[in-house]
């Protein structure tokens, strides 16, 4: 049973940063991507970015636009979203999640199988 934890949320101001953490335990996790999405107030949650199980690919939502980079240490079972030039609209619930079995990147929300319990993102303006 995996068992995935965020931390790094906040409160930061328009044009800060931050650096989401997802510690994963229960299995290894090397061989699975891995995910971050969000969730707004009222909306959908989406896909924010992907990386396969070797960290090797990566994949991005269009409205990061070059200002996140998703990473992953397979030896301390960490992935890691650093957020940077963030904007009002950013402001949401930050989730990771596993896809297992998938190691390829993954954009498909449906295909993850286990979710962290969220870390609130507040960017003020």
């Known amino acids: 049973q995996v068992q995935l934890t965020e931390s790094g949320g906040g409160l930061v101001q328009a044009g800060g940063s931050l650096k989401l953490s997802c510690a994963a335990s229960?299995?290894?996790?090397?061989?699975?991507?891995m995910g971050w999405f969000r969730q707004a107030p009222g909306k959908e949650r989406e896909l924010v970015a992907s990386?396969?199980?070797?960290?090797?690919?990566?994949a991005y939502a269009a409205f990061v636009e070059g200002r996140f980079t998703v990473s992953k240490d397979n030896a301390k079972n960490m992935v890691y979203l650093q957020m940077n030039s963030l904007q009002p609209e950013d402001t949401a619930v930050y989730y990771c999640?596993?896809?297992?079995?998938?190691?390829?990147?993954?954009?498909?929300?449906?295909?993850?199988?286990?979710w962290g319990q969220g870390t609130q993102v507040t960017v003020s303006s």
């Open positions: 990386i396969a199980g070797s960290g090797a690919g990566t």
């Open positions: 999640a596993v896809a297992l079995y998938r190691p390829g990147v993954v954009t498909i929300q449906s295909a993850y199988d286990t």
């Open positions: 229960g299995r290894a996790f090397s061989n699975y991507a």
